[in-house]
């Protein structure tokens, strides 16, 4: 009879134990899961505007005069087109645009 308790409050340590481990697991996947969605809707649109902003600024130092230039920053390529109010930015896929007063790249 004694041995039957025994093994029943030992399933139910085991039981619990498991149930532990996976709270641990299933708050570790959370966590990365909530870092990963933060840093793709925060930190990666800055650092695509601040390349944009670095592009825009080498394509003046390169080309003063209006027209366009194809400026490569780190891993990204951005295509430049200069006029004299306004420094346009687009990236290589065509998805991203800035549009940057020449006043404010100064």
Known sequence: M?????????????LAEHLAA????????GWVTMTY?????TTTPLRAAASARY??????????????LTVHVGS???HVTITLQKVEVISDAGTTTYTLSRDDLD
Request: proline share 2%; aromatic share 4%.
């Open 37 to 41: 969605t933060v840093y793709q809707t």
């Open 22 to 29: 996976i709270m641990v697991t299933v708050l570790i996947v």
């Open 76 to 78: 990204a390529t951005w």
């Open 2 to 14: 004694g041995s039957i308790i025994q093994q029943k409050q030992l399933s139910a340590v085991i």
């Open 55 to 68: 592009a825009a600024r080498v394509a003046l130092l390169r080309r003063s005069t209006p027209g366009e």
